[in-house]
């Protein structure tokens, strides 16, 4: 009897260590420890035994149904923690399914990109309203009413002295207001010109604009900080001119230019055989535009920039078509990753 209580113990925990599922566990269970199963069928067969051998192998019996039901127990935990794949289930070699994964608009990347040269020298973030009145976007600006250089900003009128912002300028002014000197702010956002769409023309477009007023600021740190900037995002070797232009708003005013980074200054179809690229307008802000905002002229001085975002990103990225920016073809977007 008790060699036979072994070879059935032998037997059970072979099949139980082989199982390869809970459905097979539960089989084994049924097989050995069930109503009718083999461990139960010896326990039946005790009655018959001479007395002096009953309890010895009952207790034997009783302990056999324990081991075995700590083995079938130990088994199921073993197979949760490690399921068994079956080998037809799945190749686990191949590579995993990637999701798709967005990316920034070129346009957004280059605002981005532009506003962290400036974040590094100690500017912060400022925006405003693209809807703006006449004072804001003209009239603070030194740009009076019946003055022509008001045909340089054509606007998109609304109505009642609401219009369309035509640069980010008048943000300059609302900060202004309500704020004192000393800051250094750069501004990006959306301005509006009712220009017919072509290849460097849209209706809407971006701009980034800077301001820095304080304490005796001079065109020297206006030099200085768009130097930094320029050279910075285009290369730390390209050249920075400087050209006299005319603004209301500042005075001094320039135009700067950066030698081109395609030809190296030499003269391509880029730069249209010039050798240099026109970047942004600049100066220094005018007097008139501290007395609007009620700050005294006398005491304070400052420097204005402003550029265009789409033409910086064209330039930077090789892109002819201003309209791909607005198409959202994926194709031209998934290229700024
Ligand atoms: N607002 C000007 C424009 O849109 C750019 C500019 C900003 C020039 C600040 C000088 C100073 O053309």
């Known amino acids: 009897m008790l060699d036979k209580i072994n070879a059935l113990e032998a037997e059970a925990k072979g099949e139980i260590k082989a199982a390869g599922d809970s459905k097979a566990l539960d089989d084994l269970r049924t097989k050995y420890l069930g109503r009718k199963g083999l461990v139960t069928e010896l326990l039946g067969t005790i009655a018959s035994l001479p007395p002096e051998d009953k309890p010895r192998l009952g207790k034997e019996l009783n302990a056999l149904k324990t081991r075995l039901d700590e083995t079938l127990r ?7 923690r490690s399921p068994v794949i079956p080998k037809d289930f799945a190749d686990l070699t191949l590579p995993g399914f990637s999701p798709p994964s967005g990316s920034k608009h070129p346009l957004t990347k280059t605002i981005d990109d532009i506003c962290s040269i400036f974040l590094g020298m100690g500017f912060k973030v400022v925006e405003g309203p693209e809807i703006e009145t006449e004072f ?4 603070a600006l ?23 912002r035509s640069h980010t300028s008048p943000v300059q002014v609302r900060f202004m207001e309500t704020e004192k000197p000393p800051f250094k702010i750069i501004v990006p956002g959306r301005v509006y010109r009712p220009d017919a769409v072509d290849a460097s023309h849209s209706f809407m477009f971006h701009q980034v604009e800077g301001l820095v007023v304080g304490d005796g600021v001079t065109f020297a740190d206006l030099k200085g ?4 900037f320029l050279r910075g995002y285009f290369g730390a070797d390209v050249k920075v001119r400087f050209r006299p232009h005319y603004f209301p708003f500042t005075e001094p005013s320039a135009e700067v230019d950066v030698s081109c980074f395609i030809c190296g200054g030499k003269g391509c179809s880029v730069c249209g055989r010039k050798g240099w690229l026109e970047i942004l307008g600049c100066g220094m802000v005018h007097p008139n535009v501290f007395k609007a905002v009620k700050y005294n002229p006398e005491k304070v001085t400052g420097f204005a920039f402003g550029m265009g975002v789409e033409r910086i990103a064209m330039l930077k990225y090789g892109i002819n078509d201003m309209r791909l920016f607005f198409e959202n073809d994926m194709r031209f977007l998934e290229q700024f990753r």
Not at 145 to 160: C, E, G, M, V, W
Not at 225 to 228: D, F, G, I, N, T
Request: glycine share 0%; net charge negative; charged share 20%.
């Open 74 to 80: 130990s088994r199921q935990t073993e197979l949760s």
């Open 136 to 139: 804001y976007n003209f009239e």
């Open 142 to 164: 030194n740009i009076a009413l019946d003055h022509p250089s008001r045909d340089a900003f054509d606007t998109f009128y609304i109505k009642n002295q609401y219009l369309l």
């Open 225 to 228: 900080a768009l130097s930094v």
